[in-house]
């Protein structure tokens, strides 16, 4: 399994959007929770994580989510997810994050919904 990277796009107005590849686990989840908490920092309305590259998540990646998760509620901040392969998306739905974060099949999707917050 790849380790996770992560790169910042450009930003989409009030949307930070996040790309993320390969496997997250402690250490991809870490540097999630790391770059959304400095997102939350800078008044955004929203953060968007493109999961295109991504087709694993262990336990602890879920647990640092859900941390990125309440973060973002507590700020009123929207979480979204684009792209989720299939196997990742299951898991959001077991594990809850699907009722709180939002959800999209694709970045366009996403960005176009999100935009209008």
């Given at each position: 399994?790849?380790?996770?990277?992560?790169?910042?796009?450009?930003?989409?107005?009030?949307?930070?959007?996040?790309?993320?590849?390969?496997?997250?686990?402690?250490?991809?989840?870490e540097?999630?929770?790391?770059?959304a908490?400095s997102?939350?920092?800078?008044?955004k309305?929203?953060?968007?994580l493109?999961?295109?590259?991504?087709?694993i998540?262990?336990?602890?990646?879920?647990?640092?989510?859900?941390e990125?998760?309440?973060?973002?509620?507590?700020?009123?901040?929207?979480?979204?997810?684009?792209?989720?392969?299939?196997?990742?998306?299951?898991?959001?739905?077991?594990?809850?994050?699907?009722?709180?974060?939002?959800?999209?099949?694709?970045?366009?999707?996403?960005?176009?919904?999100?935009?209008?917050?």
């Open positions: 399994m790849s380790a996770c990277s992560l790169v910042r796009e450009a930003d989409c107005g009030a949307v930070a959007v996040l790309s993320v590849a390969g496997y997250i686990n402690n250490e991809g989840g540097a999630i929770a790391a770059a908490r997102i939350l920092g800078e008044g309305r929203a953060i968007l493109d999961l295109e590259q991504t087709r998540i262990n336990s602890i990646g879920i647990s640092l989510l859900l990125v998760l309440e973060a973002c509620l507590a700020s009123q901040v929207v979480l979204a997810f684009c792209h989720l392969h299939p196997s990742v998306a299951k898991t959001f739905q077991v594990m809850g994050l699907a009722q709180y974060a939002r959800l999209y099949p694709s970045r366009e999707a996403a960005l176009a919904e999100l935009s209008q917050l």
